[in-house]
C-alpha cells in the first residue's frame, strides 16, 4: 500500500476544510486584536504617551500573529488550488487594498516615532487606523460575498471566468448582506482589540477601551442576529443534487447543483452545529459583561471563543460549499472537488502535524515572556526603544 492510501482522500479533505477553518481562526484570534487596537487607536488614547502605550501592546507581536494569515493562505494556495484562483480573481481589488492596508501598518509601527513632530505621528496614527480597520471591514465583506455566492464560471478547461472589469468586480462585492458581514467583523474585532487593551494597559487608556469595546460588542451581537435571520429569509442557499462520488476527482463540473431554499436548512441536517452559533452569542455576550465589570484575562478568553464561533458558523453552515456560484450553480466549488490531490494533501498533513505544534509552543512562549502590562512609565523611561 502507498502511504498516502493509509487515510482515503475524502477525509483528508474533510481534515484539510476543518484545518483551514483553524488556520483563519487562528488569524483572527491573534491578529484580529492587532487589527481591533490599531482601529480603535484615535479613540482610546488622546496624547502621545497613551498612542504609544497602545501602540506597545501589540508592538512585540504583531509580526507573529501574522504568521496565521500567511499560513492561511498557504494552506488555500496548497491545498485548495481552485479556491485559490476563483477567490483571487475575483476579489482581485479587495485582495489589493488588503495588502496595501498590511504594508501601510509595519511601515507605521517603524516610522511612527522617529520624529518629535505631532503632525507627523499623527498622519502615521491614522494609517495604523486604517491597517486595522480596512482588512477587518474587507475580510467581513468578503465572508458576506462567500454566503450570497459570487458571478463566476468555469470554462470546460476549469478556467474561472467573471463578468466586467476590476473596478466593477469589486463594486460589486459592496452588496447590503456582505456589507452587514463587515460591520459584524469590524465590530468583532474592535470588541477583541478593546478586551486586549483591557488586559495590556491600565488607567484612561484600559477605561476607553472598555466603553468602546462594550458598544462595539453589541453591535457585533445584533449584526450577526440580523445576518443569521437576513440568511433566513433573504438569501438562497445552495445544495448538491447528485451523490458524492467516494474518492473523486476535482473538478467541480461533474457535480450538479441547486440554487435556492436556505443556508440555515443545514441545522436540521446536522443540529449539532448550532453548537457553533451558541459559542458567538455567548462569547460576545460574556465578553461585554467582562468589559463592563473591569475583568481581563476572562474578557480576553470570552472574546476568542466569540469569535470562534462566529467564524466556526459560516463553515459548518455552508458545507459541504467553500465557495458558490451565482451564474453556474454547477461551478460552485465543494470540499469534495477543489482540492489538491491525494498524496499532495497527505504530505501537507504530516508537515503539518511536525511543525504546527511547533508555532503553538513558540506563540505561547512568547506570550509568556511578554505577559505584563504596557505603562505610560515603561514608555517614557524607554523612549528610544519601542515604539
Known amino acids: 500500500m502507498i502511504l498516502y492510501e493509509l487515510i482515503d482522500y475524502d477525509t483528508l479533505r ?6 483551514l477553518g483553524v488556520l483563519l481562526i487562528g488569524f483572527a484570534l491573534t491578529d484580529g486584536f492587532d487589527m481591533g487596537v490599531g ?54 481589488l479587495a485582495m489589493f487594498v488588503v495588502l496595501a492596508a498590511f504594508i501601510v501598518r509595519p511601515v507605521a509601527f517603524k516610522y511612527r516615532s522617529k520624529r518629535d513632530s505631532a503632525g507627523w505621528r499623527a498622519r502615521w496614527d491614522w494609517a495604523l487606523f486604517a491597517g486595522g480597520a480596512v482588512p477587518a471591514l474587507l475580510f467581513g465583506v468578503a465572508v458576506g460575498n462567500v454566503l450570497l455566492g459570487v458571478p463566476f464560471h468555469l470554462t470546460d478547461d476549469l478556467m474561472p471566468m467573471y463578468d466586467g472589469n476590476v473596478a466593477v468586480k469589486f463594486l460589486g462585492l459592496l452588496r447590503p448582506f456582505a456589507l452587514l458581514a463587515g460591520v459584524v467583523s469590524l465590530s468583532m474585532l474592535l470588541m477583541h482589540g478593546a478586551a486586549w487593551l483591557s488586559l495590556k494597559t491600565e488607567g484612561k487608556v484600559a477605561e476607553r477601551a472598555r466603553t468602546i469595546g462594550t458598544r462595539a460588542g453589541l453591535v457585533a451581537a445584533t449584526g450577526y442576529a440580523l445576518a ?3 440568511l433566513a429569509i433573504g438569501v438562497d442557499g445552495f445544495a448538491l443534487v447528485n451523490e458524492v462520488v467516494p474518492n473523486g476527482p476535482s473538478n467541480p463540473l461533474y457535480s450538479e447543483v441547486t ?3 436556505s443556508w440555515l436548512a443545514a441545522y436540521s441536517l446536522r443540529p449539532w452545529i448550532v453548537a457553533a452559533p451558541l ?109
Open 14 to 19: 474533510v481534515i484539510w476544510w476543518a484545518l
Open 39 to 92: 482601529a480603535l487607536l484615535p479613540f482610546v488614547a488622546k496624547t502621545d504617551v497613551e498612542r504609544r502605550v497602545a501602540i506597545n501592546t501589540v508592538g512585540p507581536v504583531w509580526e507573529g500573529n501574522q504568521v496565521w494569515f500567511i499560513l492561511g493562505g498557504g494552506a488555500i494556495f496548497a491545498a485548495w488550488p481552485p479556491l485559490y484562483a476563483v477567490s483571487f480573481s475575483g476579489f482581485y
Open 228 to 230: 443569521g435571520l437576513w
Open 259 to 261: 440554487r435556492g431554499g
Open 279 to 387: 459559542m458567538g452569542f455567548a462569547g460576545i455576550a460574556m465578553a461585554v459583561r467582562g468589559l463592563r465589570a473591569g475583568r481581563e484575562v476572562s474578557t480576553l478568553l470570552w472574546s476568542k471563543l466569540g469569535i470562534t464561533g462566529i467564524i466556526a458558523s459560516v463553515g459548518l453552515t455552508m458545507f459541504p460549499f467553500v465557495l458558490p456560484s451565482t451564474v453556474d450553480p454547477n461551478s460552485s466549488l465543494t470540499v469534495w472537488d477543489a482540492s489538491s490531490s491525494h498524496q499532495t494533501l497527505f504530505i501537507m498533513l504530516v508537515a503539518t502535524v511536525i511543525f504546527m505544534p511547533l508555532i503553538l509552543a513558540y506563540t505561547a512562549w512568547v506570550y509568556r515572556v511578554l505577559w505584563g502590562k504596557v505603562t505610560d512609565s515603561q514608555v517614557t523611561e524607554n523612549a528610544d526603544t519601542v515604539y
